[in-house]
């Protein structure tokens, strides 16, 4: 069955996730660093062919220059400027006289120059030297045979040739798509599988620890159980014990009626004697009284067992419905009535609450823990006061369980919703009571919180939205 990511889940995949957009930075950034590279080696060829062509020139006119055969030193220099790249030719003696100059405009045809007559010479010991503006590369290069003769110096354009970085930027672009797209892809495959090792795993450990959420409640549901078993028992006791005296009274008022009715036929007078002598019209009257306390009693029996019954209900899978909470409060005093009765008076201040959607077990378990604590909080020889209010607004509704007993220090207060953790003696509580119910609240999207004080009273609250919010995705 397919699962949505959590909010969990995705902080589960997050470092996932940057690892990849590290990744595809990196490779877009290696496919730049390659375009800059291969970008650099161009200049570094249009360097070189500069270099190459002026010391063509130099090779070609060393002759010329010391027969000082002009025509020829300029059919030279135009040969070298029959490569358009070359925006200008010349040569010069070692003092700088310009000897012949070519010149060409962009896209036109070389022509000779004549001026300036004469130029700067490279103060350099080297035999060649290239600088470079946003104009050209200027390359100056040493016209040598035997001893130094003069300079050429050869002006190629400083731009790159626009095919050449067109053919280069597409090549970059497809070896930076292909990158990507191979990392998109591990990426991908890296993330379904963490879907499955990560989120899966997950999602099974959250199923097991809902098992043992329910299992915990339920142990805990029946820990409460066995508390409440003597009082129960208890209450349970006092109406069958008046009904078997009331069938022992009938089964002899039976006898009676028996006698009266078996008795051979007598004048009117002689049966009057008879009933009287039998009391017979008491009897009657009786017969009906005892009855009337009789079904009650057996009514009363069967509602403690039905709320008993109602609260010891597992519930494996949580069911909301829409539940008056207040037939649950009832039904939970009703079953805790013998634990309060010798501890605590209780008083009800109940509002005008809607239905609500929750879990009426679940609610019951928490109501029952709060009403036992605030009864066993009770100092021995006092009778205590539990006051329980219930009120709601539009969005939810609360309930609030207070009691005059001894109260808690601070210190404790911070503890009582932690598992396990308890005031009472050994074998006396399992310091689950108030970690389950904060836990059944908190999944019925409310709270439970509570306050007290040394020698005044506890006040628990529980808030429940009247309509459950379901979490999306």
Known sequence: ??????????????????????????????????????????????????????????????????????AGLESRIAQTMSNEQVASALLTDLTGKVLTHLQRDTKKEP???????????????????????????????????????GWARVQTYSELDNADLVGLRQQTLILSALSVVSGILLLGIFLWRSYFVVVQREHQIEVKLDEATQRLMQSEKLASLGELAAGVAHEINNPVGYVSSNLHTLKKYLGIFDRVLDAPEVNTSEMAALKQKHKYAFIREEVHALMNETLEGLTRVKIIIQDLKDYART???????????????????????????????????????????????????????????????????????????????????????????????????????????????????????????????????????????????????????????????
């Open 111 to 149: 022509r000779l120059i004549f001026e300036p007559s004469h130029l700067t010479l490279p103060d350099t010991q080297e035999a060649t030297l290239q600088v470079q503006d946003a104009q050209f590369i200027t390359t100056w290069n040493k016209v040598s045979l035997g001893q130094d003769l």
């Open 315 to 473: 519930n494996a899978s949580t069911n909301y419905v829409s539940a008056d909470i207040h037939v649950g409060l009832k039904s939970i005093l009703n079953i805790a009535r013998n634990q309060l009765k010798h501890r605590a008076d209780v008083h009800l201040s109940l509002g005008n609450l809607p239905m609500i959607e929750c879990s009426p077990s679940q609610i019951d378990q928490v109501f029952l823990n709060l009403i036992v604590n605030a009864a066993q909080a009770m100092p021995e020889g006092k009778q205590g006061l539990i006051h329980i209010k219930t009120d709601c607004n539009e969005e939810q509704a609360w309930i609030e369980v207070q009691d005059n007993g001894s109260g808690m220090t601070a210190a404790v207060l911070e503890k009582i919703f932690d598992p396990f953790f308890t005031t009472k003696g050994p074998g006396k509580g399992t310091g689950l009571g108030l970690s389950v119910s904060h836990s059944i609240i908190q999944q019925h999207g409310g709270t439970l919180s509570a306050i007290s004080t040394v020698g005044v009273g506890t006040t628990f609250k529980i808030t429940l939205p009247i309509k459950r919010h379901v979490a999306q995705g």
């Open 1 to 70: 069955m397919s699962q949505r990511l959590s909010t969990s889940d995705w902080k589960s995949i997050k470092p996932a996730l940057f690892i990849g957009l590290a990744l595809a930075l990196l490779q877009i950034g290696s496919g730049l660093a390659t375009y800059h590279q291969s970008k650099n080696i161009l200049w570094e060829g249009k360097f070189q062919t500069a270099q190459n062509l002026t010391h063509g020139l130099v090779v070609a006119v060393a002759d010329q220059v010391v027969l000082k055969d002009y």
